[in-house]
């Protein structure tokens, strides 16, 4: 697997190069993601997507104050979804 950089981004792509996913590789990358995700917590929007594509994530807001977006019901194991209240992250997730 790819190293992480100084900064604990990851420089892994998915699936891994030369690698088939499989079920175990998926749901640790699905792991790794959704522990990632929760020090976005607190955040602004802007930041956290910053940060999180820093760290080589797809980012999408789920929900913002009492607007709710419609997703696709794809999993990715390297995107994160993010729902927002008063401009900060509330929670955040894997998928």
Do not use: C, K
Not at 69 to 83: A, K, M, Q
């Amino acid at each position: 697997m790819a190293d992480e950089t100084e900064d604990g981004a990851s420089s892994r792509r998915w699936p891994p190069p030369g690698i088939p996913p499989t079920r175990e590789l998926f749901e640790e990358e699905l792991a790794r993601t959704t522990a990632r995700s929760q020090e976005l917590l607190g955040l602004s929007t802007e930041a956290a997507t910053r940060i999180a594509t820093d760290w080589g994530y797809q980012v999408r807001i789920a929900r913002e104050d009492d607007a709710w977006f419609i997703l696709t019901t794809d999993l990715s194991p390297r995107r994160i979804n993010l729902v927002v209240e008063h401009g900060l992250v509330t929670e955040a997730g894997a998928g």
